[in-house]
């Protein structure tokens, strides 16, 4: 029987499996087995599976490939990559600032205070206005925004009541974001100068608790909405807070001048055990 070592680890709600590649017991990682091991109920029950290789080349760095629960490969998730960055720091693979690897370019990181993790997401784009889009019998107005992977952000009057899985499983699969579909954020504002979102994840084809890229493209379409400066807070479906900061000339419909972009926030390892195949 084929068994792998894990840890089970939380990014403000989002939950991941962190293994080693070198504990990992088959040449390839296939669906099937990445399915096997997120399942909630017969599995360890996770958002999505971390798989860490630490670099011969430079023994302060490693490369992060990240998987959905369903088995699909995804460019980047930014709570996994804060999830990542904190084993790393505690299984001694690197200093409390570093940079590493993933599928969609090298990103930095840093440990600070209370549990936290800091990185720096990729550039954020998004589209010149919103788009509407009509699913479920009505018009949505919808900002695109990628943030290594792209995200629909929809702005809604009450988010408790939201219908998140039916409302974002009609857009994630629309049309008009293609054949890859798109990560689809419920926002709202908290009326303390900050927001709440809602995101239902493509690849893990449900509501998660929470979404690092998903509070980024939120926290910019908030700042293009209303013009407020960063920090912004992002209260997240778990209820823990993630901050996203930059630094630039600020936002408008033409031009980026975001400058670097942080997403801050807890992270926790739940546990560790073995899995066997």
């Not at 293609?178 to 809602?198: A, C, H, K, L, P």
Request: aromatic share 12%.
């Amino acid at each position: 029987m084929k068994k792998t070592r894990f840890w089970k680890m939380s990014g403000a709600g989002n939950d991941f499996v962190v293994c080693r590649r070198t504990d990992w017991p088959f040449a390839d990682i296939s669906r099937g087995r990445i399915r096997l091991l997120c399942a909630r109920g017969t599995g360890v029950g996770v958002d999505g599976l971390l798989v860490l290789k630490r670099l011969r080349k430079d023994r302060d760095t490693f490369r992060m490939s990240y998987y959905n629960s369903d088995g699909s490969r995804a460019a980047f998730c930014g709570n996994g990559a804060r999830c990542a960055a904190q084993w790393a720091y505690r299984n001694g693979w690197v200093p409390k600032r570093f940079s590493f690897w993933t599928d969609s370019g090298n990103v930095e990181a840093r440990i600070v205070r209370g549990g936290c993790v800091r990185i720096r997401m990729p550039e954020p784009r998004w589209e010149d206005r919103e788009k509407r889009v009509r699913a479920l019998g009505r018009w949505w107005r919808v900002l695109s925004v990628f943030v290594g992977v792209p995200h629909a952000v929809i702005w809604v009057g009450n988010l408790k009541k939201a219908a998140v899985e039916l409302w974002g499983r009609s857009i994630r699969f629309h049309s008009a974001f293609g054949r890859q579909g798109t990560n689809v954020d419920f926002v709202s504002e908290d009326g303390r100068g900050g927001i709440e979102i809602r995101t239902y994840e493509r690849g893990v084809e449900r509501e998660t608790s929470a979404c690092g890229s998903g509070a980024v493209a939120s926290a910019v379409a908030f700042c293009l909405k209303r013009n407020v400066s960063p920090p912004i807070l992002c209260k997240t479906a778990s209820g823990e807070v993630l901050t996203v900061d930059f630094s630039g000339d600020g936002l408008s419909h033409k031009k980026s001048g975001l400058g670097p972009v942080w997403l801050e926030g807890p992270v926790r390892t739940l546990f560790e055990g073995i899995y066997y195949f």
